[in-house]
C-alpha cells in the first residue's frame, strides 16, 4: 500500500512540476455551444497578424467520418498556393495563429488553422521581430 501511495505522489510532484513550469501547452479553448459554434481563438500567440493568411480544415460528420488536413504546414501551403509572390513555406515566417471551431448540432462539425506569415527577411534572422 505504501508502494502505490508513494508513486501516486511522485506522479502528482512530475506533473505539477511540469505544468507550472509552461510545458505543458493548452490554447484558450472558448465555451462550445451543443447547438451551435463558431468561434475563433488563439493556437499560438504571438508577433501578431502577418502579412499573408493561410487556412486549413478538418471535419466530422456526427463523429462518424472525418477528413482533411488542419495543420499549420498545410495552412502554410494554402498561402503559399493563394499568393503568386510565394515560392515555398520555407520562405515564410510564422507570426500568429488561431483556430476556428464550427460546429453544428454535433452533426457536422469543422476545425479550421488560420495562420498569419511573414516572408523571411535578413532583418528578422528568419523569425518574427521582437524575437
Request: aromatic share 8%.
Amino acid at each position: 500500500m505504501k508502494k502505490i501511495t508513494r508513486l501516486a505522489m511522485l506522479a502528482a510532484v512530475i506533473v505539477g512540476t511540469t505544468a507550472l513550469s509552461g510545458c505543458i501547452f493548452a490554447s484558450v479553448a472558448p465555451p462550445r455551444g451543443l447547438i451551435y459554434t463558431d468561434q475563433v481563438a488563439p493556437l499560438f500567440p504571438g508577433g501578431g497578424a502577418g502579412e499573408y493568411t493561410g487556412r486549413s480544415s478538418a471535419h466530422n460528420i456526427a463523429f462518424l467520418a472525418g477528413w482533411g488536413d488542419a495543420g499549420l504546414r498545410a495552412a502554410m501551403q494554402n498561402a503559399v498556393d493563394e499568393n503568386e509572390e510565394l515560392d515555398s513555406i520555407g520562405d515564410l515566417v510564422v507570426r500568429h495563429s488561431d483556430y476556428r471551431a464550427f460546429n453544428v448540432l454535433l452533426l457536422y462539425q469543422r476545425y479550421t488553422t488560420i495562420t498569419y506569415l511573414n516572408k523571411k527577411s535578413e532583418d528578422n534572422g528568419g523569425g518574427p521581430p521582437g524575437r
